[in-house]
C-alpha cells in the first residue's frame, strides 16, 4: 500500500513521541512491503513562534493531502496567557474542523504486568477493557461565551445531526465489540442531555436492535468507571463529559502515557495522538512514553488505511513488551530498571521486525 501521512509533532515531548511513531511505521514499512510518504509541519506553539499561527496554510494542505494526520501534543508554559489572542490549543481546533473529524476515539485496557501501577486496587482492574467514544465538535466548548465585570456564561448547544452521528459512530463500534452501549449525559439537570438521550434511545431502538443501551447520569459514571469499571464496554458521551472522563479513565491503565486515540468522522482522514499532553517539566529528557503514540499508530493502520493485521502485530509487540518488564519512568515500580523513549521504541519495533 502507498500512503501519504502528516506528522504534526507540536510542543514539549510530540517531536519526542512523534519520532516514535515514524520508526514504528518505517518497520512496518519494511515488514510489509508498504510505502509511506511522510511530510512533517508545524502546528500549536511551535508555529505560532515560527508564523504567528497555530494552524498554518502549509499546515492545512499537506492534512488534507494526507490519508493521516498523526499528531504530537500542543501548548506549553511559553505560551499559557489565557488572554492571548492566539493560543496553541486553537490549532488543533481548527485542525478537527478543518479534517471534518467529530468522534474522538479513546480505548483503555489494562495490562496485566501494569495492575500495580493504577492507584485503584488490583482486584478492581480484571477484565477492564472499554472504548469512550467522545463527541468533539459541540457543546459548551464551541458555544457562544459571554463575560462582564460580574457575570459570564458559557452556552451549551447541541444539533439533532451532531448527536445523530456520534451515536450511530459509537453504535457501529459497539457492535463489533460485545454489543453494549453506555451512553453518558445529566439528563436530571440539562436540556441538551435530554435531548442527547431521546436521540440515542430512538436511533438504538430503530437502527441498532440487537445492541444493550444503558443511560447513566456523568456523576454516577464518574463513580462507577472507579468502583467497577470492567462493567463498561462502549461509552459514548458529550463534549465536556468525555474529557473528563476520559482522563480519569485513563488512571486505569496506570499513565496517561499508556493511552491512544483517534479522532474520525466520516471520511478516511483521522487524525492520531497520544492523550497526553506536552508534558513540558520532561521535554528533553527522553523519559517520555511512547506507548500512547504507537497505540495511535495502530489505530492509524486499523481506521484509515484499513491495514488490520498490521495494528494487530503493533498492539501485540507493545503487549508483549510491556509484559516483558519494559518500563519507563511513568509506569516503573521501585525497583524496576528504567529505560527511555528511543529504547522502549527499539524494543517493540524489534518485535514488529
Known amino acids: 500500500m502507498d500512503a501519504m501521512i502528516t506528522l504534526l509533532p507540536g510542543d514539549g515531548i510530540g517531536p519526542e513521541v512523534t519520532a516514535s511513531g515514524k520508526a514504528v511505521l518505517k ?30 496554510s502549509d499546515t492545512q494542505k499537506s492534512c488534507l493531502d494526507s490519508n493521516a494526520v498523526i499528531l504530537g501534543a500542543v501548548g506549553g508554559p511559553k505560551w499559557d496567557d489565557p488572554n492571548a489572542k492566539i493560543r496553541p490549543e486553537q490549532g488543533l481546533l481548527s485542525l478537527r474542523k478543518l ?15 501494569l495492575k500495580k501501577s493504577s492507584p485503584l486496587k488490583e482486584e478492581k482492574l480484571d477484565d477492564v477493557d472499554l472504548i469512550v467514544i467522545r463527541e468533539l465538535t459541540g457543546g459548551i466548548y464551541f458555544g457562544e461565551k459571554k463575560r462582564s465585570e460580574k457575570k459570564a456564561s458559557d452556552l ?18 459497539a457492535m463489533q465489540r460485545q454489543r453494549k452501549l453506555c451512553s453518558v449525559d445529566k439528563a436530571n439537570v440539562l436540556e441538551t442531555s435530554r435531548f442527547w438521550r431521546d436521540i440515542t434511545s430512538k436511533i438504538v431502538s430503530r437502527e441498532y436492535q ?19 469499571p470492567s462493567d463498561f464496554d462502549v461509552v459514548v458521551t458529550e463534549n465536556m463529559f468525555g474529557d473528563i472522563l476520559t482522563d480519569e479513565a485513563s488512571m486505569l491503565s496506570g499513565s496517561l ?58 498492539e501485540g509487540a507493545m503487549f508483549d513488551v510491556i509484559e516483558g518488564g519494559a518500563r519507563t519512568k ?19 519495533i524489534d518485535k514488529i521486525i
Not at 519494511?30 to 502546528?43: A, D, P, T
Not at 471534518?100 to 483503555?108: D, E, K, Q, T, W
Not at 440487537?210 to 467497577?228: F, G, P, Q, S, T
Not at 511513568?330 to 517493540?348: K, P, W, Y
Open 27 to 56: 518497520a512496518i514499512e519494511l515488514s510489509f512491503g508498504h510505502k509511506f510518504k511522510f511530510e512533517e509541519k508545524y502546528i500549536g506553539g511551535a508555529a505560532i513562534d515560527q508564523f504567528n499561527d497555530p494552524l498554518p
Open 99 to 113: 479534517l471534518g473529524v467529530f468522534a474522538n476515539i479513546r480505548p483503555i485496557k489494562v495490562y496485566p504486568s
Open 156 to 173: 451549551c448547544e447541541y444539533h439533532e445531526f451532531e448527536v445523530t452521528r456520534i451515536i450511530r459512530k459509537a453504535a457501529d463500534i
Open 210 to 228: 440487537d445492541i444493550e443501551i444503558e443511560h447513566i447520569l456523568v456523576d454516577a459514571a464518574a463513580m462507577y468507571l472507579i468502583n467497577n
Open 257 to 314: 502515557g499508556m493511552l491512544p486515540s483517534a479522532s474520525l468522522g466520516d471520511g478516511s482522514i483521522g487524525l492520531y495522538e497520544p492523550i497526553h499532553g506536552s508534558a513540558p517539566d520532561i521535554t528533553g529528557t527522553k523519559s517520555a512514553n511512547p506507548c500512547g503514540m504507537i497505540g495511535s499508530i495502530a489505530m492509524l493502520l486499523r481506521h484509515s488505511l484499513n491495514l488490520q493485521e498490521e495494528a494487530e502485530i503493533i
Open 330 to 348: 511513568d509506569i516503573a515500580e521501585e525497583n524496576d530498571r528504567i529505560i527511555n523513549t528511543d529504547e522502549m521504541t527499539q524494543l517493540i
